[in-house]
């Protein structure tokens, strides 16, 4: 693979079938978006058989400085970006089938849109260079503010303009903070000397601040999570699915790759504050999920509670929570967009999300009924499915780091199986509430390939997860290295009779 740029490729493949759909009909925009995405998806499998697990750091590496450019043109990829750009490979051809026959106005541009989105979203994670970094983290906000405000439901136009704010207020913050470090660190903006460097402690407290809220918006954490259930409930099917699946990890993804590893102190001093924050998050989101009545924004509600997870992983300092966290935003990618699938397929043929309209519908759409119960199996986190491994996971680092925080998250898993089994009894079981749902035919050829490909990768990673850890593990030692000289004080104890494991009395020690 040296010398072909196939992350380059991977970029200009989506938006060449962008320009494409603009110019050709409603139908031939379908198949030339399927294509496009199709073709990303092969392009990313050949990415993943050609990485070296284990080796080098950065791989596939390109670089181009224009001159007097204020930015290069740097990409490379390592295992953590390899994962996250594969599930972002994975969903589109699957939003594609979503949209076909449930979008019919306006065709050709809501195929361009998300084709754009999907530029956006992969350029995210291969960006080396920070300015290149911040222009996609960016730029994403514009196709999915035209798709909620132009195809989305009655509300959209507040729905859009909600989003985009939220989401853009924060990260005028971290654009500041960019200009500062490059200032520091006289004019140099590839991130992987940026993330050798030592800023000086004061610094850093702002620069992770400035940071955070931008990343807390985008994940989103409590309180700033508010503009999540509004876009979900407008967005149409496929909107949602790329939202909660991919959207939803830029977040976690940039704490990952910047907050920890460039501000390691001012992220162990402030780890109580995500701490507080997850746990409300996870006891609160998760109560008025109970209540809800749509179908979409329980779902949405659940996704906040599940970024929580992602979120205390991520600051408990130690390997079990890191690799926790990556594999909580891997699976919660798939569970979620899956879930929202769900609800599209009984929406295109009922027109509601009321959860009160359904109900029996086992009897009359049972491979409906079985998917739609794995994919709410996984979010409870049953093992054997995707969602058990990165919980575990997540709650065990928590507990390495503090028993209280283990607890308060713990609330979390039971609370969760107590909202999506209420949701899941009373659309699939029970008589029916409505003539028109018990009528209802089942799944369609389109809707089971879409439904069984997300099925098979949630029970892939449940039975297997090695293979989603592997390409990630030395990066996270790595990123362990770098942050755990900082990492705060442990509450927890071994088991009497027990020594500490070396890692953990070395963080005990801090």
């Not at 960016?138 to 507040?158: H, Q």
């Not at 899956?338 to 609800?343: D, E, K, N, R, T």
């Amino acid at each position: 693979m040296t010398g072909f740029p196939i992350l380059s490729i991977l970029l200009a493949v989506p938006v060449i079938g962008a320009i494409a759909c603009l110019f050709a009909s409603a139908n031939g925009a379908r198949w030339i978006a399927l294509a496009a995405t199709l073709l990303d998806l092969a392009l990313g499998i050949l990415l993943w058989s050609q990485y070296q697990v284990g080796g080098p750091q950065w791989q596939f590496q390109e670089l181009w400085r224009p001159d007097y450019a204020p930015f290069a043109w740097a990409l490379g990829i390592d295992g953590i970006a390899l994962m996250l750009t594969m599930l972002s490979l994975f969903l589109m051809p699957i939003c594609i089938l979503a949209s076909w026959t449930a979008i019919e106005k306006r065709v050709p541009e809501y195929m361009a849109a998300f084709l754009a989105m999907e530029t956006m979203m992969i350029g995210v994670f291969m960006a080396q260079d920070l300015f290149l970094f911040y222009i996609f983290f960016e730029a994403g906000l514009i196709p999915m503010f035209l798709i909620i405000g132009i195809w989305g439901g009655a509300e959209r136009i507040y729905a859009s303009y909600k989003f985009f704010l939220y989401t853009l207020l924060g990260s005028v913050l971290m654009l500041v903070a960019m200009l500062w470090m490059t200032g520091f660190t006289h004019g140099d903006t590839y991130i992987p000397k940026l993330l050798a460097t030592d800023f000086p402690k004061q610094a850093q407290t702002w620069l992770w601040l400035a940071f955070f809220a931008s990343f807390a918006v985008k994940m989103p954490m409590w309180p700033v999570h508010t503009w999540l259930p509004d876009a979900h409930v407008q967005a149409p099917t496929a909107g949602s699915v790329i939202l909660a699946g991919v959207l939803l990890k830029l977040g976690g993804y940039g704490f990952v790759r910047f907050s920890l590893p460039m501000f390691p102190d001012a992220s162990a001093q402030l780890a109580w504050l995500i701490y507080g924050l997850s746990l409300v998050a996870i006891v609160y989101t998760s109560l008025v999920a109970l209540v809800q009545r749509d179908m979409k924004k329980l779902i949405a509600y659940s996704s906040v509670a599940h970024m929580a997870f992602v979120t205390i992983g991520i600051f408990a300092f130690n390997r079990q929570g890191l690799d926790g966290a990556l594999i909580v935003m891997l699976s919660h990618g798939l569970v979620s967009g899956a879930l929202f699938l769900c609800v599209g397929v009984i929406y295109d043929r009922l027109h509601t999300r009321e959860i009160d309209r359904y109900g029996g519908l086992s009897n009359n759409m049972p491979a409906y009924a079985l998917l739609f119960m794995l994919f709410t199996m996984a979010s409870v986190g049953l093992p054997g499915t995707a969602g058990f491994v990165g919980e575990f996971l997540s709650l065990t680092g928590a507990y390495r780091a503090s028993t209280w925080l283990a607890f308060g998250a713990t609330t979390g898993i039971i609370l969760g199986a107590a909202y999506m089994l209420w949701l899941y009894w009373r659309v699939a079981f029970g008589t029916s509430r409505n003539a028109d749902a018990a009528a209802m035919p089942d799944l369609n050829g389109r809707e089971l390939v879409s439904l069984g490909a997300i099925a098979a990768a949630v029970l892939w990673m449940g039975i297997y997860p090695e293979s989603f850890l592997a390409p990630m593990r030395k990066d996270v030692g790595a990123l362990l290295a770098r942050v755990t000289p900082s990492a705060p004080p442990s509450d927890s104890r071994p088991t009497p009779g027990h020594a500490p494991a070396p890692h953990a009395a070395a963080e005990g020690a801090h």
